[in-house]
């Protein structure tokens, strides 16, 4: 049997569509929200209403009318910590995302749309593994203070999406695998996979783990306290030191990756220095993965849009291809993976999760 899904990711300032059979894409499109757009709307789940006629428009023009759909998937947003996996968007889910009881964030829009777009016909609305997956073991969680206890936030739906791809190429069930999977993007995670579930993760919001194009990861507590009481910064202004200022932004003033491979190959050496910095780091975090998984690694996988660097992907491989194979699958094809959790619930290889 055959269904048709659209699957919706959100960003900040742009809405990536398609529309897929199956796991089939027939069509896809991005749209990009200038400033002007989304000026009249105070918060960001503001804009649902406005993004979710953005899509239908296209799809009507593309020869598709809701009735068309069997489902509607939707990117994930900030809500409570849940294990992976497609869930139906219920109305306490709606409230949460609406309200950003837990934050908020451009993929809190995802589970809005879908349920607004899928509501109309009586077809259902999922969300994919969002970034607030937790499936971390509970030693993992201790940090060594009571009031700073690790949590998970990361690369959800490519971590897990890459991992099942790996595992189909390895020929094994991803619930029978041990991997160590490594999103190298704006912000960058690295997961032990055990056995199907990720039971421990850097927190690649804001909170640790290598630093990345735009975020500072971990970074020496003692010093940022005092960074803190030093009146050279305020709150906010400290934050976005961590967050979108970080990192590459930080030491080499551009968040483009390219930018910095291209200086790479030309011999400049600051960039080259901190350029293998920044994979020293992450390679430092898949060391730590490995012991976490006792040794015991099936496969390391390297995803995300640096992947597609030869240069950090060769320097990665150098530094752990002696744990395990190194595994390489560029990019994020996160419509593909809302499109595929979607399937599988509609042709029954599993069911949907509650929220």
């Known amino acids: 049997m055959t269904y048709k899904i659209l699957a919706i990711n959100p960003g900040s300032t742009s809405t ?16 990009r929200h200038s400033a002007g757009e989304l000026a009249p709307y105070a918060r960001i789940t503001d804009q649902y209403e406005f993004r979710r006629e ?15 759909l069997d489902a509607v998937v939707g990117r994930g947003g900030l809500l409570r910590p849940i294990p992976g996996g497609t869930y139906e968007v219920t109305d306490e889910m709606m409230a949460e995302l609406k309200e950003n009881k837990r934050g908020e964030h451009a993929s809190n829009l995802g589970g809005l749309i879908a349920w607004a777009i899928g509501k109309q016909v009586g077809i259902p609305a999922y969300i994919v593994d969002p970034v607030v997956v937790d499936e971390m073991q509970p030693v993992a969680r201790v940090s060594g203070s009571p009031d700073l206890e690790r949590i998970s936030i990361f690369h959800a739906l490519n971590q897990k999406a890459v991992a099942r791809k790996a595992a189909a190429d390895l020929g094994k069930p ?17 997961g032990s996979h055990s056995r199907g579930k990720v039971i421990d993760v850097n927190n690649a919001l804001n909170g640790d783990g290598p630093f990345s194009p735009e975020r500072a990861g971990g970074v020496p507590a003692g010093q940022l306290i005092s960074l803190c009481y030093s009146g050279k910064y305020t709150e906010e202004e400290l934050k976005k030191r961590l967050v979108g200022q970080g990192g590459m932004v930080a030491y080499l003033h551009t968040n483009n990756m390219l930018d910095v491979e291209k200086w790479y190959e030309k011999g400049d050496k600051e960039a080259r220095f901190y350029h293998d910095a920044m994979c020293y780091q992450v390679c430092k975090e898949i060391g730590q993965c490995a012991v976490v998984l006792k040794g015991d690694v099936d496969a390391i996988i390297v995803t995300g849009g640096i992947a597609y660097n030869p240069y950090m992907v060769a320097d990665i491989k150098a530094y752990v291809d002696w744990i395990a194979p190194v595994m390489v699958y560029p990019g994020e094809e996160e419509l593909s993976a809302l499109a595929a959790g979607a399937y599988r619930v509609l042709s029954g290889e599993e069911a949907a999760n509650s929220y």
């Open 16 to 31: 990536k569509i398609a529309v897929f059979e199956n796991d089939r894409e027939l069509v896809s499109e991005t749209f």
């Open 54 to 68: 953005c899509i239908e428009n296209w799809l009507q023009e593309h020869g598709y009318t809701i009735s068309d």
């Open 174 to 190: 991803y619930r029978e695998l041990n991997l160590i999977v490594v999103h190298l993007g704006g912000g960058i995670s690295v």
